[in-house]
C-alpha cells in the first residue's frame, strides 16, 4: 500500500456541512522493527535536541503523564528505557496526529488536546506525552495548529518497578515480580472508530462553546451520504441564494464557487499529508516493509480517511 493514494477526489470529505473546519485524527504505531525511536519521537514531538530549530514549528505546550516514578519529572527518561527494555517484537508506542480548529485561544486548544490524551489513557493509566504546535506559517499567522500524542501500552498499575523491570512481560499471579501489564485496549479497528467519533465530539463541544458554528464530522462524505457533484448538493452558500429566489445563472455562480473552495481545501489536505508522510520518515525512518519496496500508509491503517482535508504538519 503506498504511502499516499494518488487517486485522490478533490470534493473532500469529513468536514461538517456550513462548517468548513479541518478534521483530521490518525494513528500509528512505533516499533523497533519499523526503524522506530520512542526517544527520536518524543524528542520531535516536544522539539528537543536535535528537533529545537527556529526554522521548525514550535512546540507551544508540552505535558507527560501516568509516569512511574522514576520518569515523573523526566518523561525523556521512559522513552529512553522503552528503546532500551521494550521486547524487540513489542510496539514502543503508540502514536496520535490530530489537527486543533484555527482560531480558538491557545488554552482552549491545550484544554481540548489534553481531554482528548487523558480519554485514552486514564482508565488503565498509560504513559504518555503530548506536545501541541503551533502551526503558523512563514508570515506569523496560524495556519495548521495540531497536537502530536505519544501513549505507552504499559499501565501504570501502582507498583514500583525498575527501569529494565517495567518492561519485562507481566506476571498475573505475581504481578511485583513481572513487568508493568500491557493494554490489549489498542488492537482491531473497533477502538479506532470510536477514538475518531470522541476526538470530533470534543472538537465540536469546543466549537460550541466558544461560540463558533462550524462542527466537524470523523467521517468522509461517502459515509455521511453528502454527494458533492454540481448540481445535486449545493452547499450553504448556494443554498443561500436559492433561498434567495435568485435565478439560475446566480445559483450555478455560487455552485463554482463552492466547489472552488472544497477544491482548494482538499489540495492543502493532500499538501499537509505529503509534509506528514516526509516528517514520519525522517522521524522513524521507513518501515521495514518500505525498505523493501512496498509502500505502507500506517495513518490509514489505523484509520484515517483519506478525504478528510486535515492539515496537521509542517
Do not use: C
Not at 470534493?11 to 523497533?32: C, I, N, P, T
Not at 493509566?125 to 506536545?131: G, H, R
Not at 499501565?155 to 513481572?178: C, K, L, M, V, Y
Amino acid at each position: 500500500m503506498e504511502l499516499l493514494d494518488k487517486n485522490l477526489d478533490l470534493r473532500g470529505g469529513g468536514r461538517a456541512q456550513g462548517g468548513g473546519g479541518f478534521y483530521h485524527l490518525s494513528f500509528r504505531s512505533g516499533s523497533r522493527a519499523g526503524g522506530a525511536s520512542a526517544r527520536a519521537s518524543f524528542s520531535y514531538v516536544s522539539r528537543e535536541d536535535e528537533y529545537d530549530s527556529p526554522d521548525r514549528d514550535a512546540a507551544v505546550y508540552t505535558e507527560s503523564d501516568h509516569m512511574p516514578a522514576w520518569a515523573q519529572d523526566k518523561p525523556e527518561e521512559y522513552w529512553d528505557a522503552a528503546d532500551l527494555y521494550e521486547r524487540a517484537n513489542g510496539r514502543l508506542f503508540v502514536s496520535a496526529d490530530f489537527a486543533l480548529p484555527r482560531g480558538l485561544d491557545l488554552a482552549d486548544q491545550i484544554s481540548l488536546a489534553h481531554e482528548f490524551a487523558q480519554g485514552l489513557t486514564a482508565d488503565e493509566q498509560l504513559p504518555y506525552t503530548l506536545a501541541v504546535h503551533a502551526g503558523r506559517d512563514a508570515g506569523g499567522l496560524e495556519h495548521n495548529p495540531h497536537a502530536h500524542l505519544m501513549f505507552s501500552e504499559r499501565q501504570n498499575d501502582g507498583i514500583e518497578r525498575s527501569r529494565d523491570t517495567w518492561f519485562r512481560r507481566a506476571n498475573s499471579e505475581h504481578p511485583e515480580r513481572g513487568g508493568a501489564p500491557k493494554s490489549r485496549t489498542f488492537h482491531g479497528p473497533a477502538w479506532i472508530e470510536q477514538a475518531r467519533h470522541r476526538w470530533a465530539a470534543l472538537t465540536n463541544q469546543a466549537l460550541e462553546r466558544a461560540g463558533r458554528s462550524e462542527r466537524v464530522d470523523h467521517r468522509s462524505y461517502e459515509r455521511q451520504g453528502v454527494d458533492r457533484d454540481p448540481g445535486e448538493h449545493y452547499g450553504p452558500a448556494a443554498a443561500h441564494v436559492v433561498g434567495r429566489g435568485d435565478d439560475h445563472d446566480r445559483l450555478g455562480n455560487a455552485v463554482a464557487v463552492v466547489d472552488h473552495e472544497h477544491a482548494i481545501r482538499a489540495i492543502d489536505g493532500l499538501i499537509a499529508r505529503l509534509e506528514a508522510a516526509r516528517e514520519t520518515i525522517l522521524r522513524d525512518g521507513l518501515p521495514e516493509d518500505d525498505r523493501q519496496a512496498e509502500r505502507r500508509d500506517y495513518s490509514s491503517s489505523f484509520g484515517a480517511d483519506r478525504g478528510d482535508g486535515g492539515s496537521w504538519e509542517r
